[in-house]
């Protein structure tokens, strides 16, 4: 076994033990999930895989939503680690600056970076929140933290800023138009473009589902 799969087994015991009481959304499941999205995404887009995937199952280490909005606490545990495996300068930087700016409120504030490896990366993240997973996690993180699933005297706000969305309180449903619906054309590469317009088409089939049975029209 060489020396990279040796720090990517590493990596990945590291975020299954750090993650093994997470909601269900944000958990070991999902790290993998991502890391084999990128990877896929990878085969046609190119870049370093071992920064992919060193990026994918760092990424959410200690995501903010679950430390008071503390935003500093995943890449610090990320760079603890990557230092404590003498990862080199070039590459551990690269991994730190993908888990600062992957999320979707940092794409708020418009901080991007241009690298191949971060676009993947965060393509593969984007597309674990669509589709029926990303339905699922949704329901789970409304769940985890008592908000309702819907309330149409509620109506959902499309261009939160970056606070107000991370204050956001809204029901579970407000948040496919606040986030996820939004995602498909948020994509970088033309790998998840197309993978995203199939996940989206879930998405709409799903809202009008849900609002006939709603409306008792089914």
């Known amino acids: ?17 750090e993650l093994k009481l997470a909601e269900s959304g944000h958990d070991w499941w999902h790290a993998i999930r ?20 060193l990026s994918s199952l760092l990424h959410d280490i200690a995501d903010s939503k679950f430390y008071d909005g503390n935003e500093n606490i995943g890449p610090q545990k990320a760079f603890e680690f990557l230092n404590k495996n003498n990862i080199d ?8 600056d993908i888990i600062k700016n992957i999320s979707f409120r940092t794409e708020v504030k418009n901080n991007k970076l241009n690298s191949i490896e971060f676009k993947i990366v965060q393509d593969a993240d984007r597309l674990d929140a669509i589709g ?11 769940g985890y933290n ?16 970056t606070e107000e969305y991370k204050k956001s309180t809204a029901p579970t449903i407000n948040h496919f138009y606040e986030k ?4 498909k054309d948020k994509m970088n590469t033309e790998t998840a473009k197309q993978i995203a317009q199939e996940r989206h088409h879930f998405l709409e089939l799903y809202l009008n589902q849900f609002y006939d049975e709603w409306n008792c029209k089914l």
């Open 1 to 17: 076994m060489d020396y990279k799969q040796i720090i990517i087994n590493d990596a990945s015991n590291f975020v299954k033990e």
């Open 34 to 53: 991502v890391k084999n999205m990128a990877l896929k995404i990878a085969e046609k887009e190119g870049g370093d895989k071992f920064t992919i995937e």
């Open 89 to 96: 300068s070039q590459t551990k930087n690269q991994v730190i």
């Open 132 to 142: 029926a997973i990303g339905i699922a996690r949704a329901f789970s993180y409304g």
């Open 146 to 161: 008592k908000r309702l699933f819907y309330n149409p005297q509620i109506p959902p706000i499309t261009n939160l800023t």
């Open 180 to 183: 996820l619906l939004l995602l």
